[in-house]
């Protein structure tokens, strides 16, 4: 089931080139309790809100209670709630109260808000500990020593094992035997529980536990903090499990042993700077995935920060085809794309941030989730020949800065932050280039694919869209000073630090508008068409049409 992402920070929209607008409210509901967590599902179906003491479920529709009930009536075991974990898949939520050594755990049925099981038997759970496990309705959960799987809607124990360290990533499961293949990791929220940790990829059987297989992989496993998307990919095909990480890995499904691998151990947290007092902190896209074209593979290899190159692989041998001449020193590689037989490398620019704050006052536990993105340098584009992995040509003009580059048709355009250029594939030479500051947007901070033929720029304070083909200025909306909080199909969210959101429409720009409280907490709709803001005891629909 998709999710929704939760964006309890604040969003900008100022005034543009055309009226702005405020959001339409579609309804307005005053629950009995205070909202400290929220938490939606997705549209048609239903949301939840929560006090230290209370919790209410309500339709997205209709904005209609569903049930409203105190945490004593539906756990009378727990004296009082430290924390809650949605697990929407399987329609529970686990409520904690924590004490010291001795926390109790209840697991609720979200639908009805009844109890469905209760122990103090797993302790220092959080969510990065527990992985739900959807073909089989159970929660594979991560203690110091060992892996426990227990039913989802009983709490019944089923197996545990020691042999195990970390926590589930990614799977594979096979319905014929009951077995799945699947990847530990430690998420940064855990990483002190292990000590003596190790890569493992293993085949188990899930009916009692039993390690058929087990291997080591190479790089480091991630789940991004907020998102919760996996960034490694792995598949079962033809006997073969392939595990896209950091390169790729190829083991036999029967056995486990190593049939090639092309990867690399690479730290993106060392890219940019933590910031101060984050509880859980990750970087993402500072290195391109590997590109299949047929047979072939192209790999990004990261040996370190001095010795970085391209090679092309045969996807089923491992056979090495060509290794790219050594690529000058940098910090991070985003983007890399198969065009007419040329391999683009956009060498430094725009990576992803996502990290968790928790702050502690006399109301509660205010926890803000932050994603943002951060340019890096130093920064450049390469062009290598897809045959024999020759340098074709490179382009200095982008030393100084790159926002990023993207692909529209036959067009390779790149953006400098004050400049947008299309690049011809075959030459480097410059088909044209057009200032930003024809959207009156500002600095461009990223710029994306839209349709066929559109470039959206992001820019410092607004939004505006170009021609891929000719360069010319399409729309634009322009606002106060703001930066990115994501994008859904057609609809782009802005935020400042202050209590405003808003959203655009890329089709012509126009956006809405909608002031909230600074510290009420914010949920966009997996369509991009609904925003949900919980605000002290209020929860308000918006749309973004």
């Not at 802005?494 to 909608?514: H, P, Q, R, S, W």
Request: glycine residues 10%; contains cysteine; charged residues 25%.
């Amino acid at each position: 089931m998709k999710k929704l992402y939760c964006i309890s920070i604040f969003f900008l929209l100022g005034a543009g080139l055309l009226a702005q607008e405020e959001m339409t409210v579609v309804w307005e509901k005053k629950l009995g309790h205070e909202i400290i967590w929220s938490g939606n599902s997705l549209e048609g179906e239903n949301s939840y809100a929560a006090s230290m003491k209370e919790m209410s479920l309500f339709e997205n529709n209709t904005g209609n209670v569903i049930w409203e009930k105190t945490f004593k009536e539906m756990a009378p075991d727990l004296r009082k709630i430290d924390e809650l974990i949605p697990f929407r898949a399987s329609r529970t939520i686990f409520l904690f109260d924590r004490k010291a050594g001795r926390d109790q755990i209840a697991c609720i049925n979200l639908n009805s808000g009844k109890l469905l099981w209760s122990t103090d038997k797993y302790q220092d759970l959080t969510e990065s500990s527990i992985t739900y496990i959807d073909e089989e309705d159970c929660f594979a959960i991560t203690l110091k020593k060992e892996l426990v799987y227990v039913r989802a809607q009983t709490g019944e124990e089923l197996w545990s094992t020691g042999k195990f360290k970390g926590v589930v990533g990614q799977y594979s499961y096979d319905s014929g035997d009951k077995t799945m293949v699947m990847v530990n990791f430690v998420p940064s929220a855990l990483g002190a529980l292990f000590s003596g940790f190790k890569n493992q990829i293993v085949r188990i059987n899930m009916t009692n536990g039993e390690i058929l297989w087990e291997n080591t992989y190479i790089g480091r496993a991630e789940k991004k903090v907020i998102t919760g998307e996996f960034i490694f990919e792995l598949n079962v095909v033809d006997d073969k499990v392939f595990l896209r990480m950091n390169g790729m890995q190829v083991y036999d499904y029967n056995t486990g042993k190593n049939i090639w691998a092309a990867a690399f151990d690479f730290t993106p947290d060392r890219v940019v700077g933590k910031p101060i007092g984050v509880r859980d902190f990750g970087v993402y896209g500072a290195v391109a995935d590997p590109l299949i074209d047929g047979d072939y593979i192209y790999v990004l290899d990261m040996i370190n920060r001095r010795k970085q190159f391209v090679k092309k692989y045969h996807l089923h041998t491992g056979e090495l085809v060509w290794t790219s001449p050594e690529i000058d020193d940098t910090k991070a590689i985003p983007g890399m794309s198969l065009v007419d037989g040329k391999i683009m490398l956009q060498i430094g620019g725009v990576v992803e941030k996502q990290y968790v704050t928790v702050d502690r006052t006399g109301n509660g536990i205010t926890t803000t989730y932050t994603v943002e993105f951060e340019n890096v340098k130093p920064c450049g584009i390469q062009c290598l020949d897809a045959s024999t992995g020759n340098l074709v040509w490179e382009s200095e003009r982008f030393k100084k800065g790159i926002t990023n580059g993207i692909v529209l048709g036959d067009n390779y355009i790149v953006c400098s932050g004050k400049e947008l250029y299309s690049l011809d594939i075959s030459t480097g030479a410059e088909k044209y280039s057009v200032p930003v500051s024809k959207g009156g947007v500002g600095l461009a901070t990223q710029i994306q694919p839209f349709k066929d033929n559109t470039i959206v720029v992001i820019g410092e304070k607004g939004v505006s869209t170009f021609d891929a083909q000719a360069g010319d200025l399409l729309n634009s909306g322009k606002y106060r000073k703001s930066f990115l909080e994501g994008r859904v199909g057609d609809i782009v969210v802005m935020k400042t630090e202050k209590a405003d959101i808003g959203t655009f429409d890329l089709n012509t720009c126009v956006y809405k508008d909608f002031k909230a409280r600074t510290g009420a907490q914010h949920w966009l709709s997996t369509d991009g068409n609904f925003v949900y803001v919980f605000d002290k005891k209020v929860v308000t629909k918006l749309s973004t049409q």
